[in-house]
């Protein structure tokens, strides 16, 4: 069955880049996400990459998709105190039933 | 517009209670989702459904039932509550299709079982 998978905690200094990574198993997978949750607060969209593409850009935020090896990367450029929060990856295909399979979600914490 | 909302956002119940927890969404979305979000496991799919009259489990369904009577509405129930199922849960939906389907959160239940 499709699978989704990332590490549960991340630590990063202030000012550093931070790298969230997933992988997932799922080989027909049409469009792949980031979402990001604030303390007490349910998941937002914040970024995605349909599965033709390896990269897309925007502002402080790189999203890397390797389709060979099906691994999605994050990467937070000057990492800020607002950046703490937990960032859940996810799927969906369009040739299965359309369901979004989530990871577990990175804790990402800055460190001063 | 409202987007998704849940009720209640905090309730505590005895153990062997039951309650039914609303998720309503004014999107139109055919694809809704009940997930629980625990520390350390991270979001856990209860079940989902792909359209009014229809509902599937997903990876921990058991101890809970889902209706899906209207379009707009998708309800988790517990029967018989379980101190296990002290959770926050989380509601979402999505459009289908051969579109991008950004899931659409509710702003959580916090459901303690004593």
Redesign the interface.
């Known amino acids: 069955g499709e699978d989704v998978e990332q590490s549960l905690f991340l630590s990063v200094r202030e000012g550093d880049s931070s790298v969230i990574n997933c992988t997932y198993t799922d080989s027909s997978s049409t469009y792949l996400y980031w979402y990001k949750q604030e303390p007490g607060a349910g998941l937002q969209l914040l970024t995605y990459i349909f599965s033709n593409m390896d990269m897309k850009q925007d502002q402080r935020l790189t999203v890397l998709l390797n389709k060979k090896d099906k691994h999605l990367s994050l990467r937070i450029a000057d990492t800020q105190t607002g950046d703490s929060a937990i960032y859940f990856c996810a799927e969906t295909d369009h040739h299965r039933d359309d369901k979004i399979i989530f990871g577990k979600g990175t804790r990402l914490h800055i460190l001063p | 517009n409202a987007g ?1 909302t849940q009720t209640p956002k905090f309730r505590v119940l005895k153990t062997g209670q039951s309650m039914t927890l609303l998720c309503a969404q004014d999107m139109n979305h055919e ?1 809704m ?1 009940w ?1 629980r979000q625990d520390p ?6 209860i079940h ?1 459904s ?1 359209g009014e009259g229809t509902t599937a489990k997903g990876e921990v369904p058991d101890g809970y039932n889902v209706s899906r009577l209207k379009k707009q509405n998708f309800l988790l129930g517990l029967e018989s509550a379980a101190p296990s199922q002290t959770s926050v849960y ?1 509601c ?1 939906s ?1 459009y ?3 579109q ?4 659409f ?4 239940t916090r459901l303690t079982v004593v």
Do not use: D
Request: hydrophobic share 40%; charged share 10%.
């Open positions: 998704v694809y989702y997930y350390g496991m991270g979001l856990r799919l989902y792909v989380f979402a999505s289908a299709g051969t991008n389907t950004e899931a959160f509710g702003q959580g």
